[in-house]
């Protein structure tokens, strides 16, 4: 099983910012569709933000104009700014590598809490 590393979680007030970041083995970051998602506490998963085949991105209703998603092709790694963070964005946070047929990978997440 492939696995990815989620970093930059953590605790954080109100409209405050984070970073997650996300590190894939090379030959799965050239090919794989990556997105991240979210699981809030006792709810299922669910997409944040994605990218698609052509590199354009797709972002969940609730996270638009605050989350922006990127990667570094040079450094195998892709990103979640996330801005202006609400009690609603709690919730452990996924990066997730779309394999085609193959299926998913996938990290052990990051968790992120949102209190004042």
């Known amino acids: 099983q492939v696995q990815l590393v989620e970093s930059g979680g953590g605790l954080v007030q109100p409209g405050g910012s984070l970073r997650l970041s996300c590190v894939v083995p090379g030959n799965i970051f050239t090919v794989a569709l990556m997105g991240w998602y979210r699981r809030p506490p006792g709810t299922q998963r669910e997409l944040v933000a994605a990218f698609t085949r052509d590199d354009s991105t797709n972002y969940a209703d609730s996270v638009k104009g605050r989350f922006t998603i990127s990667k570094d092709n040079a450094k195998n790694t892709m990103y979640l700014q996330m801005n202006s963070l609400g009690p609603g964005d709690r919730a452990g946070y996924y990066c997730?590598?779309?394999?085609?047929?193959?299926?998913?990978?996938w990290g052990q997440g990051t968790q992120v809490t949102v209190t004042a």
């Open positions: 997730d590598g779309g394999l085609g047929v193959l299926g998913h990978c």
